[in-house]
């Protein structure tokens, strides 16, 4: 598919706003769905709507089927080893809740310590604030340096036999650091301590094994890569797994109930309680086929050109400060103008029909970390071009002009 083609999957992106032409550049919030994602939505509510798991009729039959065949394309999307290996989520906070909570009660004590990092969203934060408060064990942080990249060494210093649990991002949500999440697993392993990856900025952008990476966890939206919001995807190793109680109590999670006793059920259900968003879970395998198709290579190269022009062009405008400026960088790009609040930039870029994030992202720490209170970020996604860029580059120019 050539740019224009992939542009022409996304309808939403021919608008105009407020009298200009769109430029969407808050894909790390979320991204656009193409047409095959809406169709499928579409397509289950308008023919096959029914509950899964439970009924021998017909249409029950269907949406089980499709439910679980898109379960087998996110297997092979991330190559666990087992299908029941995926867990199907509300999002990658409902993924962590549920680590945090299920492994924090089986597996964390007194005393027992959690690694995060400063660059961590809010989501990889405060579950683990809250279950290590429960359980008095400790949160411990990897700092940072002035480039938003982790000090692998102070990393190898938190770890020891107290680490139960090291849970970080692979890529940055505030300024696209990518961190050496692999290097990282490995060390983590050595002291025998299990590591969780939110891929939540990862997966729309590079191609994930989790064998590979040997991760015990790894959880991601649907929303952030192209498929629908309110669902997302917990991988974890079997073993883990089965280790671990149940998350939630409910239907589909049981094997028999009775009111002395509750028996579980086997993976993946025992972690998937109640009627789910089977519409968003069903819509999730076209986004994974979406990507496929437009390939990891276009995607990759797309992004590094868009990311590489960008950060050249916004250097050069002065009073522009790059929040972020690791070598090793996902398509996300956080800054701030001297004498002016992002949130008064962003405004203007709004007038000018391009969309971009303003504030903490939910970096609240990292925005302490930096003495700022929020930053400007553009994320890219394929579907971005440098024609985009450059109108962007202008509008921040005319917003300059304006604020000063
Ligand atoms: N982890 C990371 C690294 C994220 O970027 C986000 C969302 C989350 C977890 C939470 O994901 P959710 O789908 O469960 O909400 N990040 C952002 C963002 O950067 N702007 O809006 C949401």
């Given at each position: 598919?050539?740019?224009?083609?992939?542009?022409?999957?996304?309808?939403?992106?021919?608008?105009?706003?407020?009298?200009?032409?769109?430029?969407?550049?808050?894909?790390?919030?979320?991204?656009?769905?193409?047409?095959?994602?809406?169709?499928?939505?579409?397509?289950?509510?308008?023919?096959?709507?029914?509950?899964?798991h439970?009924?021998?009729?017909?249409?029950?039959?269907?949406?089980?089927?499709?439910?679980e065949?898109?379960r087998?394309?996110?297997?092979?999307?991330?190559?666990?080893r087992k299908n029941y290996e995926i867990i199907f989520?509300?999002?990658?906070?409902?993924?962590?809740?549920?680590?945090?909570?299920s492994?924090?009660?089986?597996?964390?004590?007194?005393?027992?310590?959690?690694?995060?990092?400063?660059?961590?969203?809010?989501?990889?934060?405060?579950?683990?604030?809250?279950?290590?408060?429960?359980?008095?064990?400790?949160?411990?942080?990897?700092?940072?340096?002035?480039?938003?990249?982790?000090?692998?060494?102070?990393?190898?210093?938190?770890?020891?036999?107290?680490?139960?649990?090291?849970?970080?991002?692979?890529?940055?949500?505030?300024?696209?650091?990518?961190?050496?999440?692999?290097?990282?697993?490995?060390?983590?392993?050595?002291?025998?301590?299990?590591?969780?990856?939110?891929?939540?900025?990862?997966?729309?952008?590079?191609?994930?094994?989790?064998?590979?990476?040997?991760?015990?966890?790894?959880?991601?939206?649907?929303?952030?890569?192209?498929?629908?919001?309110?669902?997302?995807?917990?991988?974890g190793k079997e073993e883990l797994l089965n280790e671990m109680p149940p998350y939630?109590?409910?239907g589909d999670m049981i094997k028999e109930v009775?009111?002395?006793?509750t028996t579980y059920n086997c993976l993946p259900h025992k972690f998937e309680a109640?009627?789910?968003?089977?519409?968003?879970?069903?819509?999730?395998?076209?986004?994974?086929?979406?990507?496929?198709?437009?390939?990891?290579?276009?995607?990759?190269?797309?992004?590094?050109?868009?990311?590489?022009?960008?950060?050249?062009?916004?250097?050069?405008?002065?009073?522009?400060?790059?929040?972020?400026?690791?070598?090793?960088?996902?398509?996300?790009?956080?800054?701030?103008?001297?004498?002016?609040?992002?949130?008064?930039?962003?405004?203007?870029?709004?007038?000018?029909?391009?969309?971009?994030?303003?504030?903490?992202?939910?970096?609240?720490?990292?925005?302490?970390?930096?003495?700022?209170?929020?930053?400007?970020?553009?994320?890219?996604?394929?579907?971005?071009?440098?024609?985009?860029?450059?109108?962007?580059?202008?509008?921040?120019?005319?917003?300059?002009?304006?604020?000063?």
């Amino acid at each position: 598919m050539t740019l224009a083609e992939i542009r022409k999957q996304f309808p939403i992106l021919e608008q105009q706003v407020n009298g200009k032409p769109l430029i969407y550049f808050d894909n790390g919030a979320t991204a656009q769905k193409p047409l095959a994602v809406i169709h499928s939505i579409d397509d289950y509510y308008q023919k096959y709507n029914s509950n899964i798991h439970r009924g021998v009729h017909h249409l029950s039959q269907l949406a089980t089927n499709r439910y679980e065949e898109s379960r087998d394309i996110l297997q092979k999307f991330v190559n666990a080893r087992k299908n029941y290996e995926i867990i199907f989520t509300a999002g990658t906070t409902g993924g962590i809740n549920l680590v945090a909570s299920s492994f924090g009660k089986k597996f964390l004590d007194k005393g027992d310590e959690v690694i995060i990092s400063a660059m961590e969203h809010h989501s990889n934060i405060v579950p683990w604030q809250m279950i290590c408060e429960e359980r008095g064990a400790n949160l411990r942080v990897i700092p940072i340096n002035d480039k938003g990249e982790l000090i692998y060494e102070e990393y190898i210093k938190l770890l020891s036999h107290r680490t139960k649990l090291v849970a970080i991002t692979h890529i940055s949500n505030t300024m696209g650091t990518i961190n050496p999440v692999r290097k990282m697993i490995v060390n983590a392993h050595e002291i025998g301590a299990k590591v969780l990856i939110d891929a939540a900025q990862s997966v729309p952008h590079m191609k994930l094994d989790v064998q590979e990476l040997d991760c015990d966890f790894l959880v991601f939206s649907a929303h952030k890569m192209f498929g629908p919001t309110g669902v997302g995807v917990l991988y974890g190793k079997e073993e883990l797994l089965n280790e671990m109680p149940p998350y939630q109590g409910g239907g589909d999670m049981i094997k028999e109930v009775t009111f002395e006793k509750t028996t579980y059920n086997c993976l993946p259900h025992k972690f998937e309680a109640g009627t789910p968003n089977i519409a968003g879970g069903i819509a999730t395998a076209e986004a994974v086929k979406f990507m496929n198709e437009v390939g990891f290579d276009f995607i990759e190269h797309q992004e590094h050109e868009l990311l590489t022009y960008a950060t050249k062009r916004l250097s050069e405008i002065e009073g522009v400060r790059i929040i972020g400026t690791s070598s090793n960088k996902a398509s996300v790009i956080s800054f701030v103008v001297a004498g002016t609040h992002p949130f008064d930039v962003g405004t203007l870029l709004d007038q000018m029909g391009i969309a971009v994030r303003t504030g903490h992202h939910c970096t609240q720490p990292l925005m302490n970390f930096f003495g700022i209170p929020g930053t400007i970020r553009a994320s890219f996604a394929f579907y971005n071009t440098k024609e985009e860029v450059d109108v962007f580059i202008a509008a921040i120019k005319k917003a300059i002009m304006m604020l000063s």
